[in-house]
């Protein structure tokens, strides 16, 4: 769990893929094949924290504690009218841009060599990547962005997420999205970038019984909570509950669609928001009274056999 809060951030991780070497001088992306190699030999489960404030010192602790990642939110892609940037902001059309301290990220950098670095964008109610550039150029503008910083980053982070207005472009995604999503994350992985993905639970839903509703894939980012309201445990207490709280703010299956897409090996870990805000994993746990240990085993099972989604593009 890292520094992160364990009732309101616990996130299932799972680990996919494994470093690949590469030749030449120690580039940004070779050093990034470096530390994917230490994270990939540990001898433990690996501890994984979001991050805004470098200055604040919590982050600085829990390396100290000993993280092995630390994922700094958020950062996002953004048109350049006319062409490229200057600097650390990138080229070719588009460009990085973000609130992070970036020079006490650097510092940071500099003291825990050993700990992997990443760049997560999105987040909710962030922007998803305009449609203007294929996800291939993106990671030419990530890719140039970083080398302007030094190399601070070892990869990307995906967090696109929905949004608290259901009017907003951002509410839903669109295929051409996904597609540049996915796109993005096969390029980035053959740099030598390390890639993680981190989908809302109803994201990437591997819970969801086969055959149903809610293993159908959907654009929409504005549905209800499936668990609690059309779900096989479902009562008209927890569909009260929803109600009353006004909350659609639930996907389906989208991120099965980038995975796809992609393929698993184009990422080196999945980190699954179980504590989405009426997600099924709270339904389970914390309303039904479930073991939460076996439901996470559930769910960790039934990610690694792989599972059925339906009305996939």
Known sequence: LGFMTAVTRLALVLLLSTSVPLAGSMSATSRATTRRRAV??????????YAHDPASGKAERAMRDGADVVIWS???????????????????????????????????????????????????NGPHPPNELTGKEWCDVFVEYNEGLGGIFDGIDFDQE???????????????????????????????????????????????????VDAQFSLDLGLPPRAWTTGPDATEED??????????????????????RAGVGS???????????????????????????????????RLAEGSTVTNLP
Not at 40 to 49: C, H, L, T, W
Not at 75 to 92: A, K, M, N, Y
Not at 172 to 195: H, N, Q, Y
Not at 239 to 260: M, P, S, T
């Open 162 to 212: 929905g949004h608290d207005d259901l009017s907003s472009d951002t509410a839903k995604f669109t295929i051409k999205t996904l597609d540049i999503m996915a796109e993005l994350a096969v390029e980035a992985k053959r740099r030598g970038l390390i890639v993680s993905m981190a989908p809302a639970e109803s994201y990437l839903d591997a819970a969801a019984g086969d055959g149903s």
């Open 40 to 49: 990939d030999n540990a001898r433990r489960p690996i501890v994984i924290g």
């Open 74 to 124: 958020f950062l996002h892609f953004d048109l350049v009218p006319g062409g490229g940037g200057e600097g650390g902001e990138g080229g070719r059309g588009g460009r990085i841009r973000t609130d992070l301290d970036l020079s006490e990220i650097r510092r940071l950098r500099d003291r825990f060599g050993e700990v992997v670095f990443l760049a997560a964008f999105g987040g909710w």
């Open 239 to 260: 569909r009260k509950v929803i109600e009353d709280a006004g909350f659609r703010h639930a996907g389906r299956q989208c991120y099965a669609y980038v995975l796809a």
């Open 267 to 301: 990422f080196d870990w999945i980190s699954v928001q179980l504590y989405e805000a009426y997600s099924a994993f709270v339904h389970e746990t914390a309303r039904r009274g479930g073991d939460p240990v076996d439901a996470i085993v559930d769910r960790v099972d």
